[in-house]
């Protein structure tokens, strides 16, 4: 008896570890596996459409490939992540000051700027904004950033 309790109280942590992991709101079992089915497929479709911008990025013959920008929306922000193959001086700087022209308040981020340019930033609009931002208004400022970054690091 002890065996079977222990099991299913491990099956219980175990889905309320995967409802957590979804944000799923279900209560019961079903309707949690359901919602994981959906995250996941949710999940696919965006490692496609990474995986085909990274393809179309790396297949551009340009000397200087366009700059891979991606924003979605979250609950209460956005999720930004910005590729460049090459990396400047003032890059960050110029999409940092673009996020401030914004009213966006960075709450999270991870940056390279080695030898290839990488950021993932999650940003908030700020409680002054007047009216809710959308996602490619975002997407358009980072990418006026980055052509002002690298047009300062061409004079350097």
Do not use: W
């Not at 001086?89 to 960075?106: H, K, M, P, Q, W």
């Amino acid at each position: 008896m002890v065996s079977r309790e222990h099991k299913k109280a491990g099956l219980n942590e175990k889905l309320q570890l995967l409802r957590s992991i979804t944000n799923s709101h279900a209560l019961d079992k079903a309707s949690i596996i359901a919602d994981a089915s959906k995250y996941i497929e949710e999940l696919k479709r965006k490692v496609e459409i990474l995986n085909e911008d990274i393809t179309a990025t790396q297949s551009s013959s340009s000397q200087d490939p366009s700059p891979m920008v991606t924003v979605e929306n979250l609950q209460k922000g956005f999720l930004i992540n910005v590729y460049l193959e090459r990396s400047s001086s003032d890059l960050l700087v110029s999409i940092l000051e673009a996020f401030e022209e914004l009213g966006l308040n960075v709450l999270e981020a991870r940056v390279s700027c080695a030898e290839k340019f990488r950021l993932e930033a999650v940003g908030a609009q700020g409680e002054e904004a007047g009216e809710i931002m959308d996602a490619q208004v975002v997407r358009q400022a980072v990418l006026q950033a980055i052509r002002r970054g690298r047009g300062n690091s061409d004079q350097d």
